[in-house]
């Protein structure tokens, strides 16, 4: 069975922290993506990476950064968590061959910011 | 970046309807994908459309992949309590990028 994990299902930061999000699969996938999601906005992308160490910016990459050091492993890192970036944040993979349109997600990290 | 219009936002049903939403976009697509999302879980996809004017079931579920490769459709019919949850369109184009609907979040009444 497929499985993408993620550290924590709910995080509650002081503004200023630096916080670490990270996201696990065992699906031997290449792509991995961080997504937030808001009311009424959806998903949206903040970082993809399409191999180890490397790293797309998405549509809303501001205020964060990721690390892939293993393939199975992607970190979103908010260097200075701001209210703003209360939210929750969701990590999907997906493979470079075969299925490649078929996201697997983690269940969530709820987020918040005071 | 890019958004797609996703309508309604919100359906009040009774078990038994049937349900129909659909997803607009000002861009063409080369994949439509429908995914489901219940409370404190990710998304699931639940059908993936690759060409215009397809048409694909799973179970109650029906989505239409539009012509003009603009717009997607999902119906479900005969809802049931447990269809309760948030459903997102999704495109794709080349280079292995979503881009995810607004959501229509789905209540079924009893």
């Known amino acids: 069975d497929v499985k993408v994990t993620q550290s924590s299902r709910y995080l509650v930061k002081r503004t200023g922290e630096k916080v670490f999000l990270e996201c696990v699969q065992d699906?031997?996938?290449?792509?991995m993506f961080w997504y937030r999601q808001d009311p009424g906005l959806g998903l949206r992308l903040i970082y993809f990476s399409y191999d180890v160490k490397m790293k797309e910016k998405g549509d809303i990459p501001e205020g964060y950064s990721v690390s892939r050091e293993k393939k199975e492993r992607f970190s979103l890192i908010l260097e200075s968590a701001s209210t703003n970036q209360t939210s929750m944040y969701l990590c999907?993979?997906?493979?470079?061959?075969?299925?490649?349109?078929?996201?697997?997600f983690g269940p969530g990290t709820r987020l918040t910011v005071t | 970046g890019q958004q797609l219009n996703q309508s309604p936002q919100s359906m009040f049903i009774q078990e038994g309807e049937d349900v129909s939403m659909n997803c607009t976009s000002s861009?063409?697509?080369?994949?439509w994908l429908w995914y489901k999302q219940e409370p404190g879980e990710g998304p699931v996809l639940l059908i993936a459309?690759?060409?215009?004017?397809e048409l694909t079931s799973n179970g109650r579920l029906t989505a239409q992949f539009g012509i003009t490769r603009k717009d997607s459709f999902l119906n479900i019919s005969a809802s049931i309590p447990s269809d309760v949850g948030i459903y997102f369109c999704?495109?794709?184009?080349?280079?292995?990028?979503?881009?995810f609907g607004t959501g229509t979040s789905l209540t079924v009444i009893p």
């Open positions: 999907a993979s997906i493979p470079s061959t075969g299925s490649v349109y078929e996201q697997y």
């Open positions: 999704a495109g794709l184009k080349a280079g292995n990028q979503f881009y």
């Open positions: 699906m031997d996938h290449e792509n």
């Open positions: 861009s063409i697509f080369n994949t």
């Open positions: 459309l690759y060409k215009a004017g």
